[in-house]
């Protein structure tokens, strides 16, 4: 025995000879090699294979025995299973009860914190914060990872234009650029500098690919977009991910030019492997393979299998169709055994990053997960991180920031006192409990001096008007009003689209009302998705997006109504002033016919103008700042080409104030059409009252660079308009030659 072992590890280090990855060093492979030559067609496919646990429900389907198959060795990994306690028991099994041993892996969807629950995704692209962003992503893994995760489904970085999909919340926005910076500081954050690090987790880039690009906005549907978009808008974050070192990468549920992403050789293959290198594994969505048979690419679920694995899927989300499927499609050579040792070969490198060969237990430890989860540091982060998601969108007669000594104020709206709305979707073990109320935030900054009430009016849907007569008589009573009104956090996320995008129910009708009284009509949003708010601006004096903040989401709310902190978020992605206008975002082209106020025949519409209602970018501050016209200095070196913009920025207020100072490029003339606007760079600035600074940004050939028409990345000579400022309509310009 101990002969054939020995000549077999001889063999297998001949054949791995210079086999390594990012995660594993050339003894491991040899190792991966052994134990692959070890294990029977059965185990391998249990390891392709993952199951739900029964703790938690994040897709259509559930099923039975998920232990029984941990002990057969069919399953080698468990999602929406944790706690230290609990996910120890289930390795266990796999350790002691299975022929092998092979330790599971534990995946959980923790997008936006685990227990600590930060603002939504979309929130926290507000902020532009990167290193904020790193930050709590390092938090949340680390109070996962005290929970017996190994690996969360995170970070989302579909690009979305569309806000009628309730997916937008989970991701970053519209914009490739800052899609990409906030991408990077998510895997950083997750993964950390050692996979083995028991405080880390390995991270997924979902969802692969072009998810967001679902026509009409509704979840599930049909992508059909050019290859040029698909290269230039939807995988460059995926791309970023990659070079960032994420672990793993999951398929989405669309098909991508009429082949499901889980069948999609050219994505998963032809570009994920043979373009970028990719060495970790694939993961599928929730039953993505078995969902190729209704999307008609397939007949049944076994050729469904056969696609997906030869089109480059390791992996195979509770579908259960590796599972029945596999060996037999090896048995009639449709599979080769040598794509299924692959997949196996880049999930157990994973593995073996995470350390679980080692001690698979690493990750079970009681007394960690008692001491490093909900801690007031990380509330405190999370406070701050909610803070820096605010973005003001409105505020005239100086209604804000209210002061603290404020007589008597009505907090009205039925979102005030929620406390399982601070979390949003996606909350992994986020408890609702835990969340500081918008009401809770605001009693506390206020001292005992304020006389402070509080009437829901109306509820967030439904036509029941009979609860604004109690508004009112509140509203007449005080000094100012706070309206908090927004989105059930049950209306965005995953299959959650809205055809409308205006405030449900009769809020708008409750702010119009509210604003008839002559008071101070201060409203605080709290939604998942850009909203039309053409209905209440005027009946505003001051707007405050908060989106879902999160744990800390009252207390953050609070220290920027009050003034104990600045607003400084900006709009990841654009608020229309109609769903009519959608897909409406910065970055779009000029067209043949560029609206013309004088002439008909331009691109216009005959009900509404072409402006969006807040840009991409856009946010108040309680102070003001000024651009002056930028300059710009080239220089060629060795092939290269870089220019470098200056411009002197004063914040012009009399407080103190950080600006996000955003530079845009338009490349007047290229192989082809060029958008008006593409973020280039931004850069957070803190100002006193008074204080300028001089900003400067330096681009490469690589910035400057795109799809040319025979689809190579490349820069094209031509006079390039940079525009630097404060939002996408930035008007400061100053023009280079190439
Ligand atoms: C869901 C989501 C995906 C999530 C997965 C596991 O359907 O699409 O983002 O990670 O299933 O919960």
Redesign the pocket.
């Known amino acids: 025995m101990r002969k054939n072992i020995l000549l077999l590890l001889i063999a297998f280090s001949a054949g791995s000879l210079f086999a390594q990855s990012r995660w594993t060093t050339e003894e491991e492979e040899k190792a991966i090699d052994a134990l692959i030559s070890e294990m029977t067609l059965l185990e391998k496919i249990g390891q392709m294979t993952l199951f739900t646990s029964d703790w938690d429900q994040?897709?259509p389907t559930l099923r039975e025995g998920y232990q029984e198959d941990i002990r057969g060795g069919r399953t080698g990994a468990i999602?929406?299973a944790h706690t230290a306690d609990y996910n120890r028991e289930l390795q266990r099994m796999a350790i002691e009860e299975t022929r092998l041993g092979i330790p599971l892996i534990f995946g959980y969807?923790v997008i936006h914190g685990y227990r600590t629950i930060f603002p939504i995704p979309l929130g926290e692209a507000a902020s532009w914060n990167t290193t904020l962003a790193e930050e709590t992503a390092r938090i949340a893994a680390r109070e996962a990872a005290a929970a017996g995760l190994h690996w969360t489904?995170a970070p989302?970085v579909d690009v979305a234009r569309d806000p009628r999909w309730g997916r937008v919340m989970e991701g970053n926005g519209e914009d490739v650029f800052l899609g990409k910076a906030m991408t990077e500081a998510k895997v950083k954050g997750y993964q950390g500098e050692d996979l083995s690090d028991p405080f880390t987790l390995v991270a997924c880039a979902?969802?692969y690919a072009a998810y967001g690009a679902a026509q009409a906005g509704r979840d599930y549907h049909t992508v059909d977009i050019s290859e040029r978009s698909l290269r230039e808008t939807y995988l460059p974050p995926f791309k970023t991910a990659l070079d960032a070192g994420v672990g793993t990468f999951?398929t989405s549920?669309n098909e991508v030019d009429g082949q499901p992403a889980s069948g999609n050789y050219h994505l998963l293959t032809e570009i994920l492997r043979d373009e970028w290198g990719f060495e970790g594994f694939v993961v599928t969505?929730?039953t993505s393979i078995n969902e190729m048979v209704p999307h008609g690419i397939v007949a049944n679920d076994a050729d469904a299998g056969e696609l997906a694995v030869n089109a480059g899927v390791d992996m195979d989300?509770q579908g259960a169709v590796y599972y029945n499927y596999l060996e037999k499609k090896v048995a009639e050579d449709k599979v080769k055994l040598a794509k299924i040792d692959q997949a196996v070969r880049q999930i157990l490198r994973i593995k073996y990053a995470l350390g679980l060969f080692e001690d698979p237990y690493r990750y079970n430890d009681m007394d960690r997960q008692a001491t490093n989860i909900f801690t007031v540091d990380h509330r405190a982060t999370a406070r701050a991180a909610a803070r820096e998601s605010l973005v003001l969108l409105k505020n005239e007669n100086n209604a804000l920031p209210l002061a603290k000594s404020i007589r008597q104020l009505a907090v009205v709206g039925p979102l005030a006192e929620s406390q399982e709305d601070m979390l949003g979707a996606w909350h992994a073990d986020g408890r609702a409990r835990d969340c500081v109320s918008l009401l809770t935030g605001i009693q506390a900054a206020l001292g005992q001096t304020t006389k402070i009430s509080y009437t829901p009016g109306v509820s967030v849907e439904g036509d029941d008007e009979t609860g604004i007569p109690a508004a009112l008589a509140a509203a007449k009573l005080a000094d100012a009003v706070v309206v908090v009104v927004g989105e059930k956090w049950t209306m965005s996320g995953?299959a959650a689209s809205r055809t409308s995008i205006t405030l449900p129910g009769k809020q708008a009708e409750l702010i119009s009302q509210l604003h008839q009284t002559g008071k101070p009509i201060i409203v605080v949003l709290l939604n998942g998705r850009p909203l039309d708010l053409s209905n209440i601006i005027d009946h505003s004096d001051a707007i405050l997006e908060a989106w879902y903040p999160g744990s800390e989401g009252g207390h953050a709310v609070a220290d920027i109504l009050f003034g104990d902190y600045v607003p400084v978020g900006k709009l990841p992605m654009t608020f229309p002033r109609s769903v009519g206008q959608v897909p409406i975002f910065y970055n779009m082209k000029n067209t043949g016919r560029p609206f013309d106020a004088g002439n008909k025949y331009t691109s216009k519409y005959l009900d509404e103008s072409n402006d969006p209602l807040f840009p991409f970018g856009f946010g108040l501050s309680y102070t003001t700042f000024n651009y002056e016209t930028p300059t710009v200095t080239k220089a060629a070196s060795e092939g290269d080409f870089t220019a470098t913009f200056s411009v002197k920025v004063t914040n012009t207020g009399k407080r103190l104030g950080r600006e996000v100072v955003q530079l845009y490029v338009h490349d007047l003339v290229g192989s082809v059409t060029r958008p008006l606007r593409e973020l280039k760079g931004f850069q957070l600035v803190d100002l006193a009252a008074g204080e300028s600074k001089t900003v400067e940004f330096t681009l490469s050939k690589e910035e400057l660079s795109f799809l040319r028409r025979d689809m190579t990345w490349g820069m094209e000579p031509g006079t390039f308009d940079v525009y630097i400022g404060g939002d996408s309509r930035a008007t400061q310009k100053v023009s280079f030659e190439y």
């Open positions: 994040t897709g999602f929406n969807d489904f989302m979902k969802h999951m549920f969505d929730y989300m995953e």
